[in-house]
């Protein structure tokens, strides 16, 4: 790049040309259709290439859009005619002076003159879409090619662009509008371009100048003003900062420390074990405003008999006064190989080759060194307490650890919005004694569906279960009085109102079954199963 404002200039020609083109991921679908689409999450581009060759043939020309996926996707070298076409106001040398792309030959030739020229890509560059609380949104993001591209197992300073992981913590990330957010390890941006949609403003930071200077290419490119980058590690950046919002995919890769382990930038931390997902939970109180929230991924060992969830409630420990609430969930766990595997293969070393043998023995040596047996991966939401009138923090009101395998359940936009819920229902849970619970008028969820068995010829239902179609995907077993209770909650009647009738339709003592369903009726509201009547 060159100076500030030329290079200004070719970012904004850029995006005109992507726009233009109809670089979209609608628009790549269309052109190379489902299955090569399944194809490419493979990592298999084979049957992309087909179809756009194909299309070619049928055509006559070269579509944009697809001269555009064959260079930044797909890898492959094009005719700098091809760019040139697909890019009009941007060109093939302004595509240089970004350092998109470099010239293949004489970078003067022209199509009459000598050899024809080509291009190959020095980025990935590709369309990325998504629904959140706010509504659909599309971008255009930059990262470094991937190993489809490169063709060889990716470097230690590589910049990871949007993986399963980034769309699970955007997917997690709060839509709550708060006027300073923090995203720690930014990387290409993401995580950053999605807070930037809530918060005033977004500080995001990374180890990697590499990254920096990307993530800041694909804010410009989107258009997206209200993030400010900075250099450094975890916290350091923002020493004596509070932020509203924290949102982190830290480097949570345990890897081995060995000098014939490579250390990616994008995943390893650096630290042993999961030490770095630990500093950033212990850090992160002293960084959040009061009622401040942080959200990140993170993997926590399993050492010899001892539980994870033990390990994590001693990274709770509050510091200099200031705790913090929590909600971990664990979503999987995995053994020793498993997760060497998974870790080996991510960096792009093949299984069967000797250095991918390599590379799982010190895994397992460093596993079995250290009295590792399995590792769990997970979400953590963090909350710094408020402060109440003393200067002194409350105490923490939230503290739920749990294992929900697989838990994303079917939400379109996300469970951002979901966690928030839950969050503002526990609030007023903590604050609300049993005598204003019986007092509140509830409804049922809109995605709560309730399913009932019968034995043939029965007129009563032997199991009955309450299913969440959105959040999390719970189900809860119901009895004959929960049910009803539930059933019951239009908004209309309160609580109280309700037990009473079914007291008297039970022939049961009032007291004692509001004593056994008002705490079952607590943990509905938190989960989401039922709402109030007004935001809370």
């Known amino acids: 790049m060159t100076s500030a404002p030329i290079t200004t200039d ?31 999450r493979r990592n298999q581009r084979v049957p992309a290439q087909r179809a ?29 005619a091809d760019l040139d076409t697909a890019m009009p106001t941007l060109g093939a040398k302004g595509a240089e002076e970004l350092a998109l792309v470099a010239f293949v030959g004489n970078p003067t030739a022209t199509d009459s003159a000598g050899p ?4 190959r890509p020095l980025v990935d560059l590709r369309p990325y879409s998504f629904v959140d609380a706010h509504g659909a949104g599309s971008w255009w993001i930059v990262s470094d090619l991937g190993e489809l591209a490169l063709g060889h197992p990716l470097g230690e300073t590589h910049v990871l662009g949007i993986g399963g992981a980034s769309r699970t913590l955007s997917g997690l990330m709060m839509p709550t509008p708060v006027a300073r957010a923090l995203d720690i390890g930014t990387g290409c941006g993401i995580q950053a371009m999605h807070a930037a949609r809530h918060a005033e403003h977004v500080v995001a930071t990374d180890i990697s100048v590499r990254a920096l200077e990307l993530a800041a290419l694909n804010a410009e490119l989107n258009d997206i003003d209200n993030i400010e980058f900075r250099f ?12 509203d919002h924290i949102i982190s995919n830290p480097p949570f890769v345990i890897t081995p420390r060995g000098v014939d382990v490579p250390s990616y930038e994008y995943r ?8 770095l997902v630990e500093a950033v939970v212990r850090g992160a109180a002293a960084h959040l405003s009061p009622g401040g929230v942080v959200q990140l991924l993170g993997n926590w060992e399993y050492h010899d008999d001892t539980d994870a969830f033990d390990r994590l409630e001693r990274w709770l420990t509050p510091v200099a006064g200031e705790s913090l609430d929590a909600w971990i969930i664990e979503r999987e766990v995995q053994s020793p190989g498993e997760y060497a595997e998974t870790w080996i293969r991510d960096g792009g070393t093949r299984p069967g080759t000797a250095d991918f043998d390599l590379l799982y023995n010190a895994w397992l040596n460093d596993f079995e060194a250290r009295g590792v047996r399995r590792v769990g991966f997970g979400y953590l939401v963090l909350r710094r307490t408020d402060v109440v009138a003393t200067g002194l923090p409350t105490p923490p009101t939230l503290r739920r650890l749990e294992r929900m395998p697989d838990a994303l359940g079917h939400n379109p936009a996300g469970l951002g919005a979901h966690l928030a819920e839950c969050l503002a229902a526990h609030d007023w849970l903590a604050r609300t004694d049993d005598a204003l619970l019986l007092r509140t008028s509830l409804t049922v969820a809109s995605d709560v569906t309730e399913e009932r068995h019968y034995w043939p010829g029965q007129p009563n239902p032997t199991l009955m279960t309450l299913h969440q179609g959105g959040g999390f995907g719970r189900s809860v077993p119901l009895d004959t009085a929960l049910a009803g ?10 609580v109280g109102a309700i037990i009473g009738a079914l007291a008297q339709l039970l022939e049961a003592d009032e007291a004692a079954l509001v004593a056994e369903l008002l705490p079952q009726l607590r943990g509905l509201l938190v989960d989401g199963f039922l709402s109030l009547p007004e935001p809370v």
């Open 485 to 494: 209770l539930v059933g019951a909650c239009d908004g209309d009647l309160a």
């Open 232 to 243: 450094g590690s975890l916290f350091e950046p923002v020493a004596g900062e509070r932020f």
């Open 10 to 40: 070719l970012i904004s020609r850029l995006r005109s040309d992507l726009a233009a083109a109809h670089f979209s991921v609608p628009g790549l679908t269309g052109l190379w259709g489902i299955d090569a689409d399944a194809a490419l």
């Open 52 to 80: 756009l060759a194909a299309l070619a043939t049928r055509l006559g020309r070269n579509e944009p859009a697809a001269t555009l996926a064959r260079l930044f996707l797909l890898g492959d070298q094009v005719p700098r």
């Open 116 to 119: 024809e020229t080509f291009l």
């Open 268 to 275: 390893d931390g650096g630290m042993v074990g999961d030490a």
